[in-house]
């Protein structure tokens, strides 16, 4: 079974970093999307990035470009997203989530395994 395990909650004041980890397990994630999206409360989930596995190759939000970043450990079967630059619209629920498609897909309906959810709180 797929498992993805999100860490590094955290509460962070405007201007502050933050980086969260996805720990990826149950098969081998060589040709899969990694991605990470969010959700603020009474909003959708929204997209912040994805990278693919077998070559690095990243895609990100236009609202996040230049203060997020996100990358893999293969050794680990990790995934992190570094944040810096937080601002309070940061603030939501953060998902680490797996795609078989090896497409760099932005629509969360697209993706085939979740985690559990991290809480990103940023003070202004």
């Known amino acids: 079974q797929v498992q993805l395990v999100e860490s590094g909650e955290g509460l962070v004041q405007a201007g502050g970093s933050l980086r969260l980890s996805c720990a990826a397990s149950?098969?081998?994630?060589?040709?899969?999307?990694m991605g990470w999206f969010r959700q603020a409360p009474g909003k959708e989930r929204e997209f912040v990035a994805a990278?693919?596995?077998?070559?690095?190759?990243?895609y990100y939000a236009d609202s996040v470009k230049g203060r997020i970043t996100i990358s893999r450990d293969n050794a680990k079967n990790t995934v992190y997203l570094q944040m810096n630059s937080l601002k309070p619209e940061d603030t939501a629920v953060y998902y680490c989530?797996?795609?078989?498609?090896?497409?760099?897909?932005?629509?969360?309906?697209?993706?085939?395994?979740w985690g559990q959810g991290t809480q990103v709180t940023v003070s202004s």
């Open positions: 149950g098969r081998t994630f060589s040709n899969y999307v």
């Open positions: 990278i693919r596995w077998s070559d690095g190759i990243t």
């Open positions: 989530a797996a795609d078989a498609s090896r497409l760099l897909f932005t629509t969360y309906t697209e993706y085939d395994y």
